[in-house]
């Protein structure tokens, strides 16, 4: 069983920055690569970035190009999401998720480990 515990998130304004953090446990070692998604109130769950455990792999939605890095801690297990210039349209829950495929995907079915999610609030 594999366990992903999400934090790092709040209440900022726009403009400001904020760092997600995803503890991956248990039998982790099997995923091959970690995604952020988010989903705002009414709207169904998006892609955000995703990342291979080696680093070597990266991808990102367009609307967070430019703002949003990801990037993954092999010793700690742990991977991040690096969040600047934050907007309203930021304001989601973000969840962390684990997939064993063997290639990098953006879409949420792909995945099959789900973190509880944090919120994060940007306000204008």
């Known amino acids: 069983q594999v366990q992903l515990v999400e934090s790092g998130g709040g209440l900022v304004q726009t403009g400001d920055s904020l760092r997600l953090s995803c503890a991956a446990s248990?039998?982790?070692?099997?995923?091959?690569?970690m995604g952020w998604f988010r989903q705002a109130q009414g709207k169904e769950r998006e892609f955000v970035a995703a990342i291979s455990w080696s680093g070597d792999a990266t991808r990102y939605a367009d609307s967070v190009k430019g703002r949003f890095t990801i990037s993954s801690d092999n010793a700690r297990n742990t991977v991040y999401l690096q969040m600047n210039s934050l907007k309203p349209e930021d304001t989601a829950v973000y969840y962390c998720a684990a997939d064993r495929g063997r290639i990098l995907q953006t879409t949420r079915v792909a995945y099959d480990y789900w973190g509880q999610g944090t919120q994060v609030t940007v306000s204008s």
């Open positions: 248990g039998r982790s070692f099997s995923s091959r690569f």
